[in-house]
Nanobody, 124 residues
């Protein structure tokens, strides 16, 4: 599975940004999809995930809960990360990843397939 993350850019604090994770894989609906981010000098951090099929379940860590929302459009083989009320500490390279398991994983090693990352820079 090849994933393509896009939508990053430079925004001011308080702004919104929507990232996309697209694939040509027709069975993308069968994958649990997670989003991670990595700031310079820091470890890759989990920012949320959505369950496979209809995406009825999502999970977010406290650091982004209430600000970030993940959704999926299986007809377009795309998962989205809507980010609102962005803060300077949200600056990072954002990655999407896919897993074949039903469980919504929060660890890097629970995901098999990774996109190339898209840079989000939030200026204060």
């Amino acid at each position: 599975v090849q994933l393509q993350a896009s939508g990053g850019g430079l925004v001011q604090a308080g702004a919104s940004l929507k990232l996309s994770c697209a694939t040509s894989t027709r069975t993308f609906s069968t994958y649990t999809v997670g989003w991670f981010r990595q700031a310079p000098g820091k470890e890759r951090e989990f920012v949320g995930a959505i369950s496979r099929w209809s995406g009825g379940s999502t999970y977010y860590p406290d650091s982004v809960k209430g600000r970030f929302t993940i959704s999926r459009d299986n007809a377009k083989n795309t998962v989205y990360l809507q980010m609102n009320s962005l803060k300077s500490e949200d600056t990072a390279v954002y990655y999407c990843a896919a897993s074949t398991t039903a469980i919504i994983g929060r660890a890097v090693d629970e995901y098999t397939f990774w996109g190339q990352g898209t840079l989000v820079t939030v200026s204060s």
